[in-house]
């Protein structure tokens, strides 16, 4: 493959690409619906075990293993051009060893929603698809300067959205997950939180390395009590589907907590989790929604 152009990626490496590079691998949900959103269907050779949509064109695709466990043998066996990575997602020693191995790996790092609008404007420079794809980006560039004039004009409402249970696990401000719900009118009641423990721990998976940005990412997920949620009192309490699955079974935790206007205003939503996590083409739709349940 002749490479003839120069990119940079989110960790400061420098990526270099062909004209138009062919035979893509995702190792992100997120970046894998992008790439089926912009017409590059065709070109993906290999996704993630946890990408699931678009449901019907996914399961025709390979799969190489999960974000933290990829079978690097069965991606090079790809001969990809180009694979799409995530720092948070993904490890540094599957991207080292993929570059080591003449794999071109292009990682973003979005950690807020003008991030991950960036991130699609970027795949599709690197796609050299900008002109077709630039209607749907501009709407979503509206509607996120929609929401923002919106929400500042309103007072923000104090919210409580755990991603995790046994033990209760949310997310500070260190997070995509915190920026959706600022830009949607939300005040993280657990924003300025520090976490004690790994989030892959937690979750049963491998614990990443603790270099210096390893150690600032696994801050972002604290563990918190439900008494301590109450004692913040939040207005709104979110349940997402992913990474845990919460249930209308999940809602009964917290009908002891009889003072917290979320319980007593029946404002507990269980609500699909990629509104709150996946950026991409769905960005525009996430918003919509999420400032509807917050702000109305």
């Not at 009590?225 to 979110?238: D, G, K, N, Q």
Request: glycine share 6%.
């Amino acid at each position: 493959m002749t490479a003839t152009r120069r990119f940079v990626d989110a960790m400061g490496r420098a990526v270099y690409l062909s004209p138009t590079p062919r035979r893509l691998v995702s190792l992100v949900p997120s970046l894998t619906e992008i790439l089926f959103d912009f017409g590059w269907g065709a070109e993906v050779v290999g996704i993630t075990d946890y990408c699931t949509e678009p449901a019907m064109e996914v399961a025709q695709k390979t799969r190489i293993g999960g974000t933290k466990n990829p079978d690097l043998t069965a991606i090079l066996e790809l001969q990809p051009q180009l694979v799409f990575a995530v720092a948070e997602e993904n490890r540094r020693d599957d991207v080292a060893r993929l570059e080591a191995a003449g794999v071109p790996v292009y990682v973003f790092e979005p950690a807020t929603v003008r991030d991950g609008i960036d991130l699609l404007w970027r795949v599709a420079e690197i796609l050299a698809c900008r002109e077709a794809v630039a209607p749907s980006l501009q709407a979503i560039e509206a509607e996120y300067t929609e929401t923002q004039a919106l929400t500042a004009s309103r007072p923000s409402v104090r919210v409580f959205c755990p991603i995790w249970k046994e033990p209760y696990m949310t997310i500070n401000a260190g997070t995509y997950i915190h920026d959706m719900l600022r830009v949607c009118g939300g005040d993280n009641i657990f924003a300025e939180r520090d976490r004690r423990f790994p989030l892959a721990a937690d979750l049963g998976q491998q614990p990443e390395r603790t270099g210096s940005r390893d150690a600032e990412r696994d801050r972002r997920y604290p563990r918190v009590t439900l008494e301590e949620m109450a004692a913040r009192r939040p207005a709104v309490i979110l349940l997402p589907d992913e990474p845990y699955v919460f249930s209308e079974a999940d809602v009964a935790d917290f009908a002891a907590f009889t003072d917290v206007p979320a319980v007593s205003q029946q404002r507990i939503h269980l609500i699909d989790g990629k509104i709150l996590s996946w950026y991409g083409p769905r960005i525009g739709q996430s918003l919509r929604t999420l400032r509807e349940l917050l702000i109305g």
